[in-house]
């Protein structure tokens, strides 16, 4: 009997969730694409691999640098040939964001979004009460709608009085 050596590094669906915590988002490096609940699914039948992934909102340019690294991780593991889907509906929201990525926001010093998206609070454009991730204080206000990207805005906590930035809720 013959054993064929190992074609892939990733054997099963569960390698490959694991191996796809490699790709960060480009703007906040600490949250993997599984963190951020980009990827929507994982097949693996025989050798086909296909990933779905929903992109995260277009005022995020980073996207397109997203789907290549997910390509180029999944070459990288031994499937040079995997379909890459993109699914736009349901569209993301920051709701997807694993509890996982929301601990590593906080640790990273990012608010992380406080409140579902299309809530009667958003409606009628009352701000939530964001919690500084530094010393969890709630007395914070926003300084600007624009943090150091489009997809946050900045805050300061008067407590600790450091300023940090809040990933916005769509
Ligand atoms: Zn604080």
Redesign the pocket.
């Given at each position: 009997v013959v054993i064929a050596p190992a074609k892939h590094a990733c054997n099963n669906v569960e390698d490959v969730w694991q191996v796809l915590h490699d790709v960060k988002d480009p703007e906040i490096p600490v949250l993997s694409v599984v963190n951020l609940g980009i990827v929507r699914a994982v097949e693996l039948k025989g050798d086909d691999l296909e990933v779905v992934i929903t992109p995260t909102y277009s005022g995020c340019p980073a996207m397109n640098m997203i789907e290549a690294d997910v390509r180029e991780t999944l070459k990288r593991c031994g499937f040079p040939d995997a379909k890459v889907t993109t699914v736009l509906s349901p569209a993301w929201t920051t709701d997807w964001i694993t509890e996982e990525g929301r601990d590593k926001l906080r640790a990273y010093g990012i608010a992380p979004p406080e409140q579902a998206s299309g809530s009667k609070l958003a409606l009628f454009g009352v701000q939530p009460d964001i919690a500084?991730?530094?010393?969890?204080?709630t007395?914070?206000e926003m300084v600007s709608e624009f943090g150091s990207t489009a997809c946050k805005a900045l805050y300061r906590?008067?407590?600790?009085?450091?300023p940090?930035d809040y990933f916005k809720c769509i």
């Open positions: 500084c991730p530094r010393c969890s204080s007395a914070t906590c008067n407590s600790c009085l450091e940090f």
